[in-house]
């Protein structure tokens, strides 16, 4: 029997839930830093590198960066583009710029997170040319930037303040910003649905199947969670104020996938993201693996081994999403 959960203001955890977007950014300033990948936008929302972070938590980061990308690039190309993306709790996340970069980009970009998050992302989207002009540099004449304190719009990028919980004011907003549930969708999230309870995630998911005919879904989050090690990892966000509501889709990747196939998806699969950085290029694997001494591989394994990457996919118009895989 799972141990009773210590009761958490809503707002207090809430705001501890919203801090964990600042953890994961500076991981990733720091690591980008290190020349583990590429980010040249990330400086624009975090200025200081900050505290020097530990090997494994920088290769830790780098596997789930490159693990989320492989899936979102493969989607994008199997679509031809002829797609749109939904990143769900997207943080001060810089994908959309990447993928300007790269001629990767969908025929729109949508961003959901808490509206104070938003409000942030937006003042920076809006002092920093580097990332306002992406959005407004489009080869339409008619593109417009719309913008309020929680939303921005623009012909290829939306981004909207609302609370995942609240499904039916997500999908309005999203409606209202020119989604289309017609069109092949990819949604994203990253260590977000663990934070809501399994109903309310069971709801956004099932929301997702029930609107998109076809679509994908890439969740990364904890996995393994019952062990030792899992236990460590909760006590430590509970000490920070931070309940991982969602625990309990965590206990394996039969739970990660079990949750996508009791929502209406037609195919689901998982890997822990020790497996994941195995099957990842082994050339910039060797690479990255130069840049910083590891003393202990069985910490960086542990820590790999409790971290998952779950797709799932309906496929109304046989594009063949079922292949899109490591």
Not at 122 to 138: G, V, Y
Not at 198 to 223: D, G, L
Not at 251 to 268: C, H, I, M, P, V
């Amino acid at each position: 029997m799972a141990a009773r959960q210590p009761y958490i203001d809503s707002d207090t955890s809430d705001e501890a839930v919203r801090a964990t977007c600042d953890d994961a950014t500076i991981c990733k300033r720091f690591a980008s830093s290190k020349s583990y990948w590429k980010d040249p936008y990330i400086q624009y929302f975090v200025r200081s590198v900050g505290e020097r972070k530990a090997p494994e938590i920088n290769r830790g980061y780098y596997a789930r960066v490159q693990g989320v990308n492989h899936l979102l690039d493969a989607f994008l190309r199997k679509t031809q583009c002829d797609c749109q993306v939904i990143n769900l709790g997207a943080g001060l996340d810089t994908t959309f710029w990447r993928l300007k970069d790269e001629n990767l980009m969908p025929r729109k970009f949508f961003e959901v997170d808490f509206p104070t998050v938003v409000a942030r992302k937006i003042h920076n989207i809006k002092t920093k040319p580097p990332l306002s002009k992406p959005l407004i540099e489009q080869p339409t004449q008619q593109d417009s930037l719309l913008l309020d304190a929680h939303s921005l719009d623009s012909d290829r990028y939306c981004i909207i303040g609302a609370d995942l919980r609240d499904i039916s004011n997500l999908d309005e907003k999203l409606k209202k910003f020119q989604l289309n549930p017609e069109l092949p969708t990819l949604l994203l999230s990253e260590c977000v649905l663990v934070y809501m309870t399994p109903s309310q995630s069971s709801n956004v998911v099932h929301w997702a199947a029930e609107t998109f005919p076809t679509a994908m879904f890439v969740n990364y989050e904890q996995v393994n969670m019952s062990d030792r090690f899992g236990q460590v990892m909760i006590e430590n966000l509970r000490r920070r104020q931070c309940n991982l509501a969602g625990v309990e889709a965590c206990q394996s990747l039969d739970t990660q996938r079990e949750r996508f196939l009791k929502t209406g998806w037609e195919q689901s699969d998982a890997l822990d993201m020790m497996t994941v950085y195995s099957m990842l290029p082994q050339d910039d694997v060797a690479r990255i693996e130069r840049l910083e001494f590891l003393d202990e591989r069985e910490l960086l394994q542990q820590l790999l081994q409790h971290y998952s990457i779950c797709w799932a996919t309906k496929d109304k118009l046989k594009l063949g999403l079922s292949q899109l895989a490591f």
